[in-house]
């Protein structure tokens, strides 16, 4: 028969109370007890009061998510279990996949919790052109990333000033990236490439095996990063620079680059190992920077500029061209009479590693979603995206403290513009001067159109293209003409 005492008789019920090896599990379970004496005694309590702090928060959640009603203006709300958390661990393992589920579920527009904070995700061009188009008065990037870049990049630097102080400092890194350096650039990155496949020991076995002929494997994403980082310290950087770097900083940039997960940007100073490896790298950084520029002032010389961000962007580029399944063989097909000597010109007319460099870009683009904090409520035009459920067409709108997200990365495989979306095909930036992808790559570049200078020099604003690899608007990249035209070098050199 089953005996029931003060503490244990649910435990008792439900079996030997040695099963229960969870001290919190043990706690609840008196806690829930009523005839329980002395079940409210403190151990249980400091184990207990957290668990029904968490199922109360979880049950109020549930509730609001479910029966609490919306208001018309709210954007559809992914549905989450856990508070908090809300839809992290889905966003983290595939940003790319979680948004086409919800798109599928919810639309163009909805809204998802991600560690507490609330981000409205707008897809497609009109989602795009809404945030990167958006006043960053009403849509800010240095609030939305200041959390994860400081720390990385260091005080007084991108999002760790004002915004028009950031715009100066874009102008005057994009003034040394005139036609006259890239000239000079080319030659030192034929250098830095043909150094490293002739000396590096990655290469030694296919040089053993017969040279140029020689055949073997490398780690595509390793060898890559590393010249990334060899050309643009030689290039950008400086001789000096380049002179006391070697490939181990390959590893030093990947440390601080792993300081950019969902979990630091929402605890930039979080006791996790990452975030260690990221302090760590950037005092390294630092130091050895600290050391150049002191040098260079002796000279009157200026200033350096920071390289996580291209370097991470351009290698992952890279990275994926390269065991994209076709880029081999379509490469040697096609690319064969681009192997002219080099010259920036040259460089400039290589169609079909341009072409590579674009598809794999618009199938892999480093950067699956950008983000900016929303500084005042902001309505969302009917145009842009209604809710027209019982033919009502109501505004949406966002407001002051959440974060929206554009994903250029959606509209760039999106079946409803592109042809075969998820096929590698760099013929479709060759083959159709009337096609989708050359229409999408005018409207972007927009090269006759009207410029806008945000504070960096005129660009155009892009905004509105289906394909925007390098952003668009005020933050739009400028480093894309550069770095497209060192990736096809660095490929056709490999
Ligand atoms: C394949 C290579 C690259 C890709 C795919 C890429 C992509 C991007 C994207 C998507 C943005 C927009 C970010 C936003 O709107 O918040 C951006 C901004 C930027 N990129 Fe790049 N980038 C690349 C290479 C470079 C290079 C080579 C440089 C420097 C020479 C560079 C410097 C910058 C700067 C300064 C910004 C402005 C950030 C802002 O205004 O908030 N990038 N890049």
């Known amino acids: 028969m089953v005996r029931l005492n003060n503490n244990l008789h649910l435990i008792y019920i439900l079996g030997s109370p040695r099963r229960y090896k969870s001290q919190s599990a043990l706690a609840m379970l008196q806690l829930f007890s009523p005839l329980a004496k002395d079940a409210w005694s403190t151990p249980a309590l400091i184990f207990a009061l957290p668990v029904l702090g968490i199922a109360s928060a979880t049950v109020l959640d549930y509730l609001r998510q479910l029966v609490a009603p919306k208001r018309s203006t709210q954007p559809p709300e992914v549905f989450h279990w856990l508070p908090m958390i809300g839809s992290a661990i889905e966003y983290g393992n595939d940003p790319l996949s979680f948004f086409t589920g919800c798109r599928s579920k919810y639309g163009d527009i909805f809204t998802f919790v991600l560690l507490g904070k609330r981000i409205t995700v707008t897809l497609g061009p009109k989602g795009n052109n809404f945030v990167l188009?958006?006043?960053?008065?009403?849509?800010?990037?240095?609030?939305?990333?200041?959390?994860?870049?400081?720390?990385?990049?260091?005080?007084?630097v991108i999002y760790d000033v004002p915004n028009e102080k950031f715009m100066e400092q874009k102008r005057f890194v994009k003034g040394g990236l005139t036609m006259d350096n890239l000239r000079a650039y080319v030659g030192m990155i034929e250098d830095e490439v043909?150094?490293?496949?002739?000396?590096?020991?990655?290469?030694?076995?296919?040089?053993?095996?017969?040279?140029?002929?020689?055949?073997?494997?490398?780690?595509?994403?390793?060898?890559?990063?590393?010249?990334?980082?060899?050309?643009?310290?030689?290039t950008l950087q400086g001789k000096e620079v380049r002179a006391n770097m070697?490939?181990?900083?390959?590893?030093?940039?990947?440390?601080?680059?792993g300081g950019?997960?969902?979990?630091?940007?929402?605890?930039?100073?979080?006791?996790?190992?990452?975030?260690?490896?990221?302090?760590?790298?950037?005092?390294?950084?630092?130091?050895?920077?600290?050391?150049?520029?002191?040098?260079r002032r002796e000279k009157w010389d200026n200033g350096f500029e920071d390289d996580v961000s291209r370097q991470h962007t351009s290698s992952t580029t890279s990275s994926w061209a390269f065991p994209d399944a076709a880029f081999p063989s379509f490469t040697l097909r096609h690319a064969n009479g681009e192997m002219h000597p080099l010259t920036y010109e040259s460089l400039r007319s290589l169609p079909v590693l341009d072409a590579v460099i674009r598809e794999t870009l618009r199938m892999h683009p480093p950067i699956h979603g950008i983000m900016r904090h929303v500084r005042e409520d902001v309505a969302v035009p009917?145009?842009?995206?209604?809710?027209?459920?019982?033919?009502?067409?109501?505004?949406?709108?966002?407001?002051?403290?959440?974060?929206?997200?554009?994903?250029?990365?959606?509209?760039?495989?999106?079946e409803?513009?592109?042809?075969?979306?998820?096929?590698?095909?760099?013929?479709?930036?060759?083959?159709?001067?009337?096609?989708?992808?050359?229409?999408?790559?005018?409207?972007?570049?927009?090269?006759?159109?009207?410029?806008?200078?945000?504070?960096?020099?005129?660009?155009?604003?892009?905004?509105?293209?289906?394909?925007?690899?390098?952003?668009?608007?005020?933050?739009?990249?400028?480093?894309?003409?550069?770095?497209?035209g060192l990736l096809c070098w660095a490929h056709r050199e490999m």
């Open 382 to 414: 009917t145009s842009v995206f209604a809710d027209t459920t019982n033919n009502l067409s109501t505004h949406y709108v966002i407001p002051k403290g959440h974060y929206v997200l554009a994903s250029p990365a959606i509209s760039q495989v999106d």
């Open 416 to 484: 409803a513009i592109w042809r075969h979306a998820d096929k590698w095909d760099p013929l479709r930036w060759l083959s159709d001067p009337e096609g989708v992808a050359e229409k999408a790559y005018k409207t972007y570049l927009n090269e006759d159109g009207e410029k806008i200078d945000y504070g960096f020099g005129a660009v155009s604003k892009g905004t509105e293209s289906p394909y925007q690899p390098f952003g668009a608007g005020r933050h739009r990249c400028i480093g894309e003409h550069v770095r497209v």
């Open 194 to 234: 043909l150094n490293y496949i002739n000396v590096d020991s990655t290469f030694q076995h296919s040089r053993s095996q017969g040279g140029e002929k020689g055949c073997g494997t490398f780690d595509v994403v390793k060898v890559l990063q590393e010249i990334t980082i060899l050309t643009a310290a030689r």
């Open 246 to 257: 070697d490939k181990t900083f390959a590893q030093l940039y990947n440390d601080l680059d």
């Open 260 to 295: 950019s997960t969902p979990i630091v940007w929402m605890f930039p100073n979080a006791p996790l190992e990452r975030v260690r490896k990221r302090d760590r790298a950037q005092k390294k950084m630092s130091e050895f920077y600290i050391i150049i520029i002191k040098k």
């Open 133 to 156: 188009g958006g006043k960053s008065i009403a849509f800010n990037a240095e609030d939305a990333s200041t959390s994860f870049t400081t720390p990385v990049f260091g005080k007084d």
